[in-house]
């Protein structure tokens, strides 16, 4: 059933769940308990590719940037491909309260204003508006509806 060509050691996902928070005053987002956990300081938070915020921590960001300055340079969607994730990347420390503060240019590139949904998913964990997770949600519903469009991952 599983694909085991490239078997790795077996590890337990970081970030896992759901939750609804809100943005203080000054921008600051409480990380999830569970979350906090698994982190140290600082986080790196990114544009994700669908209108969200990806939350990593320095080691997997590392691993993702050198494997993008692996990439041909030459490739118009590599130079894209930076211009997304590193450009629209913050390094951010984790205040003693265990919370984040969020840049304004990165609140505005996810539209989110006060209330946030925060979602894990394995080695990082994304921030959304609730418009546009609703706008996911509604996708993630369509998948549902449609599972065998999942049948080339071969899980």
Not at 75 to 100: C, H
Request: aromatic share 10%.
């Amino acid at each position: 059933m599983f694909d085991d060509s490239q078997e790795k050691p077996l590890s337990e996902p970081d970030f896992t769940g759901f939750y609804q928070h809100s943005l203080d005053a000054k921008g600051r987002l409480m990380i999830p308990a569970p979350y906090r956990e698994k982190l140290t300081s600082p986080v790196y938070l990114t544009h994700g590719f669908d209108g969200n915020l990806d939350v990593y921590s320095v080691a997997v960001f590392t691993k993702i940037c050198t494997k993008v300055e692996q990439m041909n340079m030459a490739d118009p969607v590599t130079r894209l491909l930076r211009r997304i994730y590193l450009t629209g990347a913050s390094k951010l420390d984790i205040d003693k309260a265990g919370r984040i503060l969020i840049p304004v240019h990165q609140r505005n590139f996810a539209s989110i204003k006060s209330l946030i949904i925060v979602n894990g998913v394995g080695d990082h964990f994304e921030l959304w508006s609730p418009e546009n997770w609703e706008k996911q949600g509604q996708k993630i519903q369509e998948a549902m509806q449609n599972p065998e469009i999942f049948a080339h991952l071969n899980l």
